[in-house]
């Protein structure tokens, strides 16, 4: 005989489910948290605008360097979209960021959105004509760029106004989820609709979700400008300038990304690899891998909020992008280049949450509107040159070569300013001081303050 009881027949079952509750657990882990939609009715409203407008917007995104190519047939054509982006994108971005701290964010947002849908009825005017003209494209692209640039700012630093403190990694990964969405199904769908309705049809449902967005931004609560900010000039925005500057964490995450992005961003040759690849019905698929590759982060990011060293994942990611582009450019199969893509959504949208987490656990409420608008700079300047890189660089190596080289030099840009930057290594949310004081900070806001739904 032995000292062990045998195991009853009751017992049986609640032995099995424990590891069938731990399973279970550790999915529910990995989940997104929803507390911030729980908590937020204007979050909610917010996140919803989001998702329909970006919709929209990814079908226009498609459907504009499409056209372009239709009417002209150069890469350097396509590229040159992302050229006249860029000088608004720098000067309403900067300036964006002052009238975000300055003035009411919900009329901003309102305003720049509505005006926004305005263009977009110009592309579809343009669409419609007989002979579609090229010049309006890029002035819609110019305009574009710098509504968005303005409205950006104000979005980006309206977050920490409406979600509690502890929240704020969680309503990263929210709005994170809600781009890489509206990024899947905005251009697959939009490959369908441009190949089989025409270009027109895209541009009138992209306008169609900017009305829907207006009426749901009309409802968000008002957001008026904080007692400390200043008012927009040259001097606030050197101010801001001066914050990001002197603080090397932020400073890091800056200038990687930027450098990931111009070396390594492939978008304005896909059209052209599509061809190469004799697959011109993969474009759509192309353009959606990178945002489905972000939504499978996005939809496992729970173990997001267990990470403390966001610097370092900042820096690996970014690293791991620029691997994905060389995979991408070398393989000569469409489906292990669409995976690659995928791949490269996925690093690239870790290396946003951690981005994201970073500041907005650790700057000023004052400040947040400016240090936003230096920060559209460095996640969307990046992408703007990074077309006009790889359209340029197409027309003189090639269209492979433009996308692995890229990648190649990405991961040895990044691992100099990961050793040029130790405070961004070295950056832990735990200790760091300036995420200490904020959290502090907004602790005792929310106790003075509390939060309703």
Same mark, same amino acid.
């Given at each position: ?52 407008? *970006? ?20 890469? &350097? ?13 720098? &000067? ?8 975000? %701290? ?23 005017? *343009? ?28 979005? %980006? ?17 929210? *709005? ?7 990024? &899947?199904?905005?251009p697959a769908l939009a490959g369908v609709v441009v190949a089989y309705a025409g270009l027109g049809w895209a541009y009138a449902v992209d306008l169609v979700t900017f009305v829907v967005s207006v009426v749901l931004i009309v409802g968000l609560a008002a957001s008026p400008a904080a007692h400390e900010a200043a008012k927009p000039s040259l001097a606030s925005i050197a101010q801001g300038a001066r914050y990001a500057w002197n603080r090397k964490e932020l400073l890091g995450t800056y200038v990687i990304d930027l450098a990931a992005m111009f070396f390594a961003m492939p978008l304005a040759v896909l059209p052209f690899l599509a061809d190469e690849l004799h697959a011109a019905w993969s474009l759509g698929l192309m353009y959606a891998a990178l945002p489905a590759g972000a939504m499978l982060v996005t939809l496992t990011s729970g173990w997001t909020s267990r990470v403390h060293r966001h610097g370092r994942m900042v820096a690996l990611a970014a690293a791991c992008w ?10 000569? %199969? ?30 000023? %409420? ?21 077309? &006009? ?65």
């Amino acid at each position: 005989m032995t000292d062990d009881a045998p195991v009853s027949p009751a017992a049986l079952p609640a032995a099995h489910a424990e590891p069938a509750a731990d399973a279970g657990a550790r999915l529910r882990s990995l989940l997104p948290d929803l507390a911030p939609w729980r908590a937020s009715a204007d979050f909610r409203r917010l996140w919803l605008a989001g998702l329909i407008t *970006n919709f929209g917007s990814f079908l226009t995104f498609v459907a504009l360097p499409v056209q372009m190519k239709v009417l002209t047939g150069s890469a &350097v054509a396509v590229g040159a979209i992302g050229a006249v982006e860029l000088v608004p994108l720098i &000067v309403f971005g900067l300036y964006g960021g002052a009238l975000a %701290d300055a003035l009411d964010k919900r009329k901003l947002i309102l305003y720049t959105e509505a005006g926004q849908g305005l263009l977009c009825g110009g592309l579809l005017v *343009n669409a419609l004509m007989p002979r579609p003209a090229v010049w309006p494209l890029y002035v819609v692209a110019a305009l574009s760029s710098a509504l968005g640039s303005v409205q950006r700012p104000a979005l %980006d630093s309206l977050v920490p106004r409406i979600v509690a403190h502890e929240h704020l990694p969680a309503a990263a990964s929210l *709005n994170s989820l809600r781009w890489s969405v509206g990024g &899947v199904a905005g251009p697959a769908l939009a490959g369908v609709v441009v190949a089989y309705a025409g270009l027109g049809w895209a541009y009138a449902v992209d306008l169609v979700t900017f009305v829907v967005s207006v009426v749901l931004i009309v409802g968000l609560a008002a957001s008026p400008a904080a007692h400390e900010a200043a008012k927009p000039s040259l001097a606030s925005i050197a101010q801001g300038a001066r914050y990001a500057w002197n603080r090397k964490e932020l400073l890091g995450t800056y200038v990687i990304d930027l450098a990931a992005m111009f070396f390594a961003m492939p978008l304005a040759v896909l059209p052209f690899l599509a061809d190469e690849l004799h697959a011109a019905w993969s474009l759509g698929l192309m353009y959606a891998a990178l945002p489905a590759g972000a939504m499978l982060v996005t939809l496992t990011s729970g173990w997001t909020s267990r990470v403390h060293r966001h610097g370092r994942m900042v820096a690996l990611a970014a690293a791991c992008w620029g691997l994905a582009m060389v995979g991408a450019g070398a393989v000569h %199969d469409v489906w292990l280049v669409l995976l690659f893509l995928v791949l490269g959504g996925c690093c690239d949208m870790v290396s946003g949450i951690f981005r994201g987490a970073m500041w907005d656990q650790t700057i000023p %409420d004052e400040l947040r509107g400016r240090l936003a608008g230096i920060e559209l700079l460095s996640y969307s300047v990046g992408p703007q040159l990074g077309q &006009v890189r790889a359209g340029g660089t197409a027309a003189w190596t090639g269209v492979r070569a433009s996308i692995w080289a890229g990648g190649v030099v990405c991961v040895g840009a990044v691992g100099v300013l990961a050793w040029c930057l130790p405070q961004l290594m070295r950056y832990d949310v735990r200790t760091n001081e300036h995420a200490v004081r904020m959290r502090s900070a907004r602790g005792q806001a929310a106790l003075s303050h509390p939060h309703h739904p």
